[in-house]
């Protein structure tokens, strides 16, 4: 199973992008899926999470202004990143739990900056 990340880039204050994450090498849809990120000298962290009941969940720097979705049909996972600041500048990485198994996407790298 291979997750990719994709949708990153450089974006201005007040902007928006769309993360992508898609899951390969499997049948099976993704019990609950997750984005991280991880600033410069910083730890990773989380973001946001859904379910495969669509409940989701985030954290509070966030709320609001993002937004995961999924797509069964699919198997893949988005984070709509919207009026995007400064400090939401770091590489994202996408989870999934598939079968019982976590598996990591390789990171995108998201900066904010005029």
């Known amino acids: 199973v291979q997750l990719q990340a994709s949708g990153g880039g450089l974006v201005q204050p007040g902007g928006s992008l769309r993360l992508s994450c898609a899951a390969s090498?499997?049948?099976?849809?993704?019990?609950?899926a997750a984005w991280y990120r991880q600033a410069p000298g910083k730890e990773r962290e989380l973001v946001a999470i859904i379910n495969s009941g669509d409940d989701t969940n985030y954290v509070h720097p966030v709320k609001g202004r993002f937004t995961i979705s999924g797509d069964a049909a699919k198997n893949t996972v988005y984070l709509q990143m919207n009026s995007l600041k400064p400090e939401d500048t770091a590489v994202y990485y996408c989870l999934a739990n598939i079968v019982s198994r976590i598996y990591w996407g390789q990171g995108t790298d998201v900066t904010v900056s005029s």
């Open positions: 090498g499997t049948r099976f849809s993704f019990a609950y």
